[in-house]
Structures are given as structure tokens and as C-alpha cells.
């Protein structure tokens, strides 16, 4: 399994950005579909986005849709979520994910490896 460690979230207010990275080791990275998941107090974690191997191909939650895009950089191993207009309910712990099959049409949870998450948190 590929091993996956995020960076980059923290405190913003709303309406603003955040970027976050999730670096991943070994050498088969472009193996993976990757995204991102969150979590919130007292709620189950939700998928936010999937970027399949080449990049090609995104898919994102309705509630996320036109405010955030998931890149990938295969020569560095490292997949992004830019965040842009944040709002409160965005708050959550932010999960980087990966799976070797599936699909990345599927917007659910079904990944294999997981990071060990960051917290965005949105003030209002």
C-alpha cells in the first residue's frame, strides 16, 4: 500500500482558500486513483473528490462542485485539493485516499490506503 501524508490545512475564514497536499511514498503512485474524503464532528466521513491515474478525469461531491479541484503530480508523487470559497459547513478533518481499482466515477469511500488527516477549520 501506498503510504499518504497531508499538509496544508488550518484555520481560514469564510470565504477564502486553502490548499491542500497529500504526499504519497513508493514508487507505483500512478497506480492509484486518488482523493480526498472529510470528516466532521459527529458525522460519517464523506467523499469530496477522485482524480483518476493520469489526471484526466475528476469527479466531485455536488457540495463541492465549482469551489474545489483536486490536481495530481505523478513526478512528485502528490495530490492537491485547492479550496476556494470556504464555508463554515466545509469544516471538517480532510482525508487523503487511494485505491488501485475501482472507479473514479464512484463518489463513495471504498479506498485502500488513507492518510492520517488534517483539519480545515472555516469561521464565520
Known amino acids: 500500500q501506498v503510504q499518504l501524508v497531508e499538509s496544508g490545512g488550518g484555520l481560514v475564514q469564510a470565504g477564502g482558500s486553502l490548499r491542500l497536499s497529500c504526499a504519497a511514498s513508493?514508487?507505483?503512485?500512478?497506480?492509484?486513483?486518488m482523493g480526498w474524503a472529510r470528516q466532521a464532528p459527529g458525522k460519517e466521513r464523506e467523499f469530496v473528490a477522485a482524480i483518476s491515474r493520469s489526471g484526466g478525469t475528476t469527479t466531485y461531491a455536488d457540495s463541492v462542485k465549482g469551489r474545489f479541484t483536486i490536481s495530481r503530480d505523478n513526478a512528485k508523487n502528490t495530490v492537491y485539493l485547492q479550496m476556494n470559497s470556504l464555508k463554515p459547513e466545509d469544516s471538517a478533518v480532510y482525508y487523503c485516499?487511494?485505491?488501485?481499482?475501482?472507479?473514479?466515477?464512484?463518489?463513495?469511500?471504498?479506498?485502500?490506503?488513507w492518510g492520517q488527516g488534517t483539519q480545515v477549520t472555516v469561521s464565520s
Open positions: 513508493g514508487r507505483t503512485f500512478g497506480n492509484y486513483i
Open positions: 485516499a487511494g485505491k488501485v481499482g475501482g472507479s473514479v466515477y464512484y463518489m463513495g469511500t471504498d479506498f485502500g490506503s
